[in-house]
């Protein structure tokens, strides 16, 4: 379990909470355990290959965009394994995840998902807690006639550096530009989607990355520290 001493700031982070309109949630390492790139990429038997590019990638040697592409073209996943991978290795929720938003939606709170991960392993992830898919930002896999994988939607916002963000302002822009939101999750390119996010609270209930633990101005690693 994560050191509870990292946490920072509850109460204030509380009283965010409850003055959002809006809260927007990282998926991988935050909503659920896993990282779905990475266990998609095990099932597929390219987990080492994969694992050494996310890596490099979070390094900051190459662009998110080129970094998803090319683990996705050692990955290729078709239409059949992702369907076997999801019967076969559903997601993990995060402990206090399910109530947390439910107590958000009781609030009048909108929850959104934005992740640089697949709408369709993010989908049954959704339906759990809930959140309509009009309510997911993530990224579109493509494939053929014959079900064999195709490539991936680069017009989707979290396909690209700085797509959390964007998201965002387009919820602002479709909802209400002067909407309080909350961005949530465990990475920088959460933490870099404040702004336009009003705040970020950073997450480590599942992995805890330094650089954003002492960047962020609010740290959990419990949905129930800030219920």
Do not use: W
Request: aromatic fraction near 8%; charged fraction near 20%; glycine fraction near 8%.
């Amino acid at each position: 379990m994560p050191n509870q001493d990292i946490v920072k700031r509850l109460d204030q982070a509380s009283a965010i909470i409850k003055n959002s309109d809006i809260v927007c949630f990282d998926v991988d390492s935050t909503v659920i355990k896993e990282e779905g790139i990475d266990e998609l990429a095990k099932f597929c038997g390219k987990g080492p290959q994969v694992a050494l590019l996310t890596q490099s990638a979070m390094g900051g040697s190459m662009t998110f965009q080129d970094a998803l592409r090319i683990r996705l073209d050692i990955i290729r996943p078709s239409q059949k394994q992702i369907r076997e991978f999801l019967k076969l290795h559903p997601s993990t929720l995060s402990p206090g995840i399910k109530e947390f938003i439910n107590n958000l939606r009781k609030n009048g709170t909108s929850v959104y998902l934005i992740s640089g991960g697949f709408d369709c392993l993010i989908e049954p992830v959704a339906d759990e807690l809930g959140v309509p898919m009009k309510n997911v930002f993530a990224n579109k896999l493509m494939f053929y006639f014959d079900g064999e994988y195709a490539g991936f939607d680069t017009n989707q916002p979290t396909s690209r550096s700085g797509g959390k963000g964007e998201a965002i302002s387009i919820i602002r822009k479709t909802i209400n530009s002067d909407a309080n939101i909350t961005m949530i999750g465990d990475g920088a390119t959460d933490l870099e989607a404040s702004p336009p996010a009003n705040h970020f609270i950073g997450y480590g209930g599942n992995v805890v990355r330094s650089e954003v633990q002492a960047r962020s101005d609010y740290y959990i690693t419990d949905f129930s520290q800030i219920f």
